[in-house]
T-cell receptor
Framework: AQSVTQLGSHVSVSEGALVLLRCNYS??????LFWYVQYPNQGLQLLLK??????LVKGINGFEAEFKKSETSFHLTKPSAHMSDAAEYFC?????????????FGTGTRLKVLA | ETGVTQTPRHLVMGMTNKKSLKCEQH?????MYWYKQSAKKPLELMFV???????ENNSVPSRFSPECPNSSHLFLHLHTLQPEDSALYLC?????????????FGEGSRLTVL
């Protein structure tokens, strides 16, 4: 079975500061991992995904995430926060059982960027 | 048009009304999903369709009735809803259930039940 834990339902950073959003996963088989972003009154948009190639994954809008198997983590980072980064971020894991992939989402982390 | 389109974006209905949410994907995907997003709750998977066949129904009340007439269209028929059904309903698609690709989401239909 797979699960995802996002530590911190709310994170506040100052504009220009480092963004770090934490995600830990549990999976009995090699997982595929995703970060999605949701702006107010919109659907979820893919930021980046890990599919067993490079462990450091670069995504859109300057975000990146590093897959660390030993820590079962896939934390999302951005060196310098912009006001436009204020949104809710979801980590998700996908893994196959009997050939069908299922997606499990974390509970989300709302990022607030302070001027 | 590209991506996943949901209509209507906003819907207000009484508990005795019947309405439908529509989702259309222009990506050539074979799998489509309905998710419910309520405040302060995790994203809840409701239904999954693969090539128009329902493959998952996560204990959703019968007042929600999905329909998938073809691989590009997905409906969610609503009847005799409760106020606690008020939420953002998200449609998503993926290339196939046997594929590791990501989900593509529509912008959602915001439902308010009075």
């Amino acid at each position: 079975a797979q699960s995802v834990t996002q530590l911190g339902s709310h994170v506040s950073v100052s504009e220009g500061a480092l963004v770090l959003l934490r995600c830990n996963y549990s999976s009995s088989v090699p997982p595929y991992l995703f970060w999605y972003v949701q702006y107010p009154n919109q659907g979820l948009q893919l930021l980046l995904k890990y599919t067993s190639a490079a462990t450091l994954v670069k995504g859109i809008n300057g975000f990146e995430a590093e897959f660390k198997k030993s820590e079962t983590s896939f934390h999302l980072t951005k060196p310098s926060a912009h006001m436009s980064d204020a949104a809710e971020y979801f980590c998700a894991v996908s893994a196959t059982t009997s050939g069908t992939y299922k997606y499990i989402f974390g509970t989300g982390t709302r990022l607030k960027v302070l001027a | 048009e590209t991506g996943v389109t949901q209509t209507p974006r906003h819907l207000v209905m009484g508990m005795t009304n019947k309405k439908s949410l529509k989702c259309e994907q222009h990506l050539g995907h074979n799998a489509m999903y309905w998710y419910k997003q309520s405040a302060k709750k995790p994203l809840e998977l409701m239904f999954v369709y693969s090539l128009e066949e329902r493959v998952e129904n996560n204990s959703v009340p019968s007042r929600f009735s999905p329909e998938c007439p073809n691989s590009s269209h997905l409906f969610l028929h609503l009847h005799t809803l409760q106020p606690e059904d008020s939420a953002l309903y998200l449609c998503a698609s993926s290339q196939a259930l046997t594929n590791t690709g990501e989900l593509f989401f529509g912008e959602g239909s915001r439902l308010t039940v009075l």
